[in-house]
């Protein structure tokens, strides 16, 4: 099996382990250091049971590794012919190693079929190359994480999640572009007009366009300028039966007769 120079971390994995949320910092520093090591050993996401060695690897004294060695020990396992493990890093180098011997099947049957057919143009070749080699799109946790944050009615979540797992879609930013538009409409003010997120997701809700309200705006608009000028008026102009009832009030209270 082919070594690769670097393994996936899954910041979920690191961030949800009881384990290392109750570590200390240096601790979570040797076995990170530990990991790195093991990952690149000859024998793939295993190193030997040698506590001076560990202790090397870690790159800590005899002090420093006497109080932290019950920590980074626990976070590995023991296994067979004097060999510790991470059990994540070891299921990880376990299905690189099932990716790759699959690979390698798929390619030999591939240049086995290639042999059988004529010989293609160039051209056709070319474009042959350019299909087998483009990736193939993979589910992403993390897209739906944010689909799921930003859409507004939180029901179904499973159903959603196994839609992204199926659909692997690659298109987030026009659907967290589209729910944003429509968060701001009237309609989905209120939760119970807003469509379940697994309809939305099945009749492709990214593609509709919001509605604008332009119309409603103006008139609102309209409607505020109209009673500040009432209001002016009011304030510029009393009316004739209010000003004759002031003046009377005055008289009467100078004792001047009409």
């Known amino acids: ?59 800590v004294d005899a002090t420093a590794w006497a109080r932290i060695r019950l920590e980074v020990l626990d976070y590995f396992k023991a296994g067979e012919k004097g060999r510790v493990f991470s059990p994540r890093l070891l299921e990880i180098s376990d299905l690189h190693e099932k990716r790759s011997k699959a690979g390698s099947k798929g390619g030999s049957k591939t240049q086995a079929k290639r042999a059988a057919k004529p010989q293609a143009s160039e051209s056709e070749s070319s474009s042959e190359s350019e299909v087998e080699t483009e990736p193939k799109t993979r589910y992403d946790q993390t897209t739906f994480d944010q689909f799921w944050s930003a859409y507004p009615r939180k029901v179904g979540k499973q159903k959603c999640r196994e839609w992204f797992k199926s659909h692997k879609p690659d298109n987030l930013e026009q659907m967290l572009s589209t729910i944003e538009a429509f968060k701001k ?42 009673h500040q000028q009432d ?13 004759h009832e002031a003046i ?3 008289l009467d209270r100078t004792n001047v007769k009409d």
């Open 185 to 226: 409409t009237d309609q989905w003010q209120d939760p119970k007009l807003v469509p379940h997120p697994i309809t939305w997701l099945h009749r492709g809700g990214w593609e509709d366009e919001a509605p604008t309200d332009d119309r409603s705006l103006e008139n609102e608009q309209e409607a505020i300028e109209r």
């Open 1 to 59: 099996m082919s070594k690769l120079p670097y393994f996936p971390c899954y910041a979920r994995d690191i961030l949800s382990s009881t384990k290392i949320a109750l570590m200390s910092g240096e601790a979570f520093k040797a076995c990170w250091l530990l990991t790195c090591h093991s990952w690149l050993d000859d024998e793939r996401a295993t190193l030997a049971n040698d506590e001076a060695k560990l202790q090397a690897l870690a790159r």
């Open 248 to 250: 009377q009030t005055f």
């Open 231 to 243: 209001k002016e008026t009011e304030r510029n102009a009393a009316p004739p039966a209010i000003m």
